[in-house]
């Protein structure tokens, strides 16, 4: 990460990732805590403060959760230090609870909250645009115009909380997150690292009776934000004319480059707004003046249009507000999106660069994500495929198995040939949905697939609920030893903390017998065999007892065992296919689908292993019925195996 | 300069573009040019397709590349460079790799020759802006399947000359990877530069 070669530097400039540019301004406003759960496009905000946090001598944690995150940062700064916490927009729905409250109590040092939306839904189970968390809670809403501005804003973000004694979100998006940018250094100020705790019960217990108070002080402190936001640096009215537009968040840049494509940067008027939450009316006021039209550009909801709006009805402002009927709502804001809303606002015409073509070919393959050549997902999905077409066969189609799914790497064992997974919901619900399926579907088997960070996040207190309502169903925990999705943070069951230091690696297996499950399995995905064994075992247990049972399977991720092998000088074996024994029967590359086997060419159906793509794993050797899948050459086993552990 | 470069890369993940682009964006800030390598993380980089969006200028506002704005498309895979043809003109130079991987979805995916690909492409680009390297077997002759990135990287630098700080270039490849690694990487990368320079005229 390049996050670390700035340390120590007050000046010159480094191209880092949109969440490096949010952790260095954090630094340069002297953050001293910083708590997070990974979650896409958030992560690299918090990982690369831990990779720097001894450096600095500030404290970083991975937290279990968004809610415990927000907690702990939270509880930073009402002790006196600067704190943030980071989580992607859905992460904030599981935080909500403390999140209300912060904006009750306040805060006594900054307390910076960002949220990193995922319009487009890159990553994500849905669109959600967080700023209407803001209206909601009474907390401001800070975003970045653009790339190269957001070290700044997070800078001015924590200051904005200091002074108010407020939290601050700040709202990120996966193109600001995830584009690298040229980002000036700035001094650092020194983190105060030690905090100071004034009792004061009656500001921070939430009792009804003082609940009811700072309610009435709440709304009278939002009035004052508007006002203070007024003046807020990223905000500014630009060009002149009778045209406005009002470019909020990363849509300024669209905006902007859309003008410019236009020919009319200057002659139309943009306000550039940084603060979409509370709407600043005196600011908005004056870009309105002389105005006959405006055009509000944003991602997602009409939160700025329809503050605006009620702005302009209440000051008596009769004029045309266009927004979302040009914008529109859905997906991330494109140079062709805001072009086209920008023209027919604008009323002009423009010939934009043709595309050489419009449609992709039919030849060219869907290419959706899929596990990793050496994923120890594969072969667990490729046992309870064979598993649930068993139970099919025998007890009848209607009876096959239900597979509730989860957030991770796991979710892709949606796809063909595995079609194990039959929900996502959200992190945690492939366990609170089995409590639920278990209840009203009889003897019909639901199998809960669950990863080992999900688990620990969101997956103990439904986990407790099926012990305690007695729901008989199969949890199966995927512990690759990491939280791989994210790009490998380390969780409790690691043993390593997020700046690199042991900690207690908590078993998932201790975790399900404390809390009364009595079958309790662990299994290695590379022993087939075994695992499939195991897992029958559990169906009959379950079928027998009316219990909940639990399986771990344990094996390293793929990427993480190779880096590590990397890391200490070990030739990755590779896996050659030979061809003499080969019969085509294309079990490898059909019914356990590992991306590095395909077959040999259109009219040969043997199959040849790709050396690019391979990882070693060996485990496609184990199911070739023929045997004719080996290794290149001799390797050191017990020494490849230690990598995986 | 006063027009903005807008160079798109794609592949499919794991083939190394977010460290390509990444490398291409800090040599143009060597330059001392403003730049942006807009990514995809997450989901997508489990074997999925990859798009990067890189641009280069004096002053660089906007993370993405429109359809139809490419200068440039960089690729590590045939299909995929089909895929994204849409973010290129009449005028956009394609650099492509000529290896084709197929996604792993028995029974949904029709294998495909890269001979055919590659007539489609020829009748969509314009001559003389359809630059092939055969990347991934230049990388696995080296020894390196795994620097067929750099491979690309390195076909693409005598076209970027004028945006790139090159010895900046140089040395950051040189930094790619651990130990035997670094050097194939560099070697990858020069095999890269005298491929385009031999076979297309396109030299430093």
């Keep these: 990460m390049s996050l670390a070669r700035t340390i120590g530097r007050e000046s010159g400039k480094e191209l880092l990732l949109g969440n490096e540019a949010i952790a260095r301004g954090a630094i340069e406003a002297g953050v001293a805590v910083a708590a997070a759960y990974p979650g896409t496009p958030s992560t690299e905000i918090v990982e690369a403060l831990a990779r720097v946090a001894k450096d600095l001598g500030i404290y970083v944690e991975w937290s279990t959760n968004e809610k415990v995150a927000f907690e702990v940062a939270y509880a930073a700064a009402t002790a006196g230090a600067r704190s943030l916490t980071a989580m992607k927009h859905v992460g904030l729905n599981v935080a909500a609870d403390p999140f209300f409250s912060s904006a009750y109590t306040g805060v006594e040092e900054s307390f910076v909250i960002v949220s990193a939306d995922d319009p487009g839904m890159w990553s994500s189970q849905n669109e959600q645009d967080n700023r209407i968390y803001g209206l909601h809670a009474y907390i401001p809403v800070i975003e970045a115009p653009r790339p190269k501005d957001l070290k700044d804003v997070t800078k001015a973000a924590f200051e904005l909380s200091s002074e108010l004694k407020h939290p601050v979100m700040l709202r990120s998006t996966t193109r600001l997150s995830h584009t690298r940018v040229v980002v000036e250094l700035g001094p650092i100020r020194r983190p105060v690292t030690r905090g100071r705790y004034i009792k004061n019960p009656s500001k921070y217990v939430l009792v009804p009776a003082h609940a009811r108070r700072m309610r009435k002080e709440l709304v009278e402190k939002w009035g004052r934000i508007e006002r203070r936001l007024e003046d807020f640096p990223f905000n500014a009215v630009e060009g002149e004319g009778k045209q406005l537009i009002v470019a909020s968040g990363v849509s300024y840049s669209y905006v902007r480059e859309a003008l410019e494509y236009l020919g009319l940067w200057g002659r139309v008027k943009v306000l550039k707004l940084s603060t979409p939450v509370p709407l600043p009316r005196k600011l908005v006021l004056r870009a309105v003046e002389g105005v006959e039209k405006i055009l509000v550009v944003e991602e997602l909801e009409p939160v700025v249009e329809d503050q605006l709006k009620r702005v302009l009805f209440d000051e008596g402002v009769r004029v045309e507000v266009r927004g979302k009927d040009l914008v529109g709502y859905l997906y991330e804001m494109t140079l062709d999106r805001a072009l086209s809303a920008v023209a027919k606002f604008l009323g002009v015409d423009y010939t934009s660069p043709e595309p050489l073509v419009t449609e992709v070919p039919s030849f060219v393959p869907s290419r959706p994500p899929q596990l990793c050549p050496g994923c120890p997902y594969r072969p667990l999905f490729y046992v309870l495929r064979r598993i649930a077409n068993m139970i099919a066969t025998r007890r009848g189609k209607e009876l096959e198995p239900i597979f509730t799914g989860d957030i991770g790497c796991y979710t892709l064992g949606m796809n063909p040939p595995f079609y194990a997974q039959d929900t996502t919901i959200c992190m945690g619900a492939s366990i609170g949905f089995a409590n639920g399926l278990s209840h009203v579907l009889g003897d019909r088997l639901v199998i809960a697939v669950i990863g080992d960070s999900t688990f620990f996040h969101a997956g103990i207190p439904p986990l407790v609920n099926a012990v305690y309502n007695g729901a008989p169903f199969l949890v199966v925990v995927l512990d690759n030893r990491i939280t791989a999705m994210t790009g490998h943070q380390p969780h409790p069951g690691t043993g390593m903390r997020a700046t690199g230091e042991e900690a207690p690696a908590i078993r998932i297996e201790d975790v399900a017998r404390a809390v009364g499950v009595e079958f309790v399995e662990v299994v290695d995905p590379f022993d087939l065999k075994t695992m499939q064994r195991k897992i029958m075992e559990a169906v009959d247990y379950i079928a027998e007892h009316r219990k909940p049972a639990v399986v771990v399977v344990r094996r390293a991720c793929a990427l993480l065992a190779v880096a590590r092998a990397r890391a200490a000088g070990f030739e990755i074996p590779r896996y050659v296919v030979d061809l003499d024994k080969c019969t085509g029967c294309g079990i490898c590359y059909t019914a356990f689908a590992c991306p590095a086997i395909s077959q040999l060419s259109l009219k040969d159906k043997r199959a040849i292993i790709d050396p690019e793509l391979c990882t070693g794993c060996g485990v496609c050797a184990v199911i070739c019925p023929f045997d004719a899948i080996r290794p290149e050459k001799e390797y050191d086993k017990e020494k490849w195996e230690s990598f995986w552990r | ?204």
């Design chain 2, 1 to 204: 300069m006063a027009r903005t470069v807008n160079i798109v890369v794609v592949g499919v993940g794991g083939q190394g573009l977010l460290t390509l682009s990444r490398i291409l964006a800090e040599a143009a800030m060597a330059r001392g040019l403003d730049a942006l390598a807009a990514e995809t993380h997450g989901l997508s980089q489990r074997g999925g397709t990859v798009i990067v969006h890189v641009r280069i200028g004096d002053e660089v506002h906007a993370p993405l590349i429109p359809l139809g704005g490419a200068d440039y498309i960089l690729s590590t895979e045939l299909s995929e460079t089909v895929r994204y043809l849409s973010y290129a003109n009449r005028g956009t130079k394609v650099i492509t790799n000529t290896k084709v991987i197929l996604p792993a979805l028995p029974g949904l995916v029709k294998p495909i020759e890269p001979r055919e690909v590659l007539e489609w492409l020829r009748s969509k680009v314009g001559k003389g802006n359809l630059y092939t390297i055969e990347a991934s077997d230049i990388a696995a002759g080296l020894g390196a399947p795994q620097s067929t990135n750099m491979v690309v990287l390195g076909a693409a630098t005598p076209f970027l000359k004028d945006v790139l700080d090159l010895g900046y270039l140089e040395k950051r490849v040189a930094r790619v990877g651990r130990g035997r690694i670094r050097e194939l990487n560099l070697e990858a990368f020069r095999r890269g530069i005298s491929y385009v320079c031999e076979r297309y005229g396109v030299c430093l």
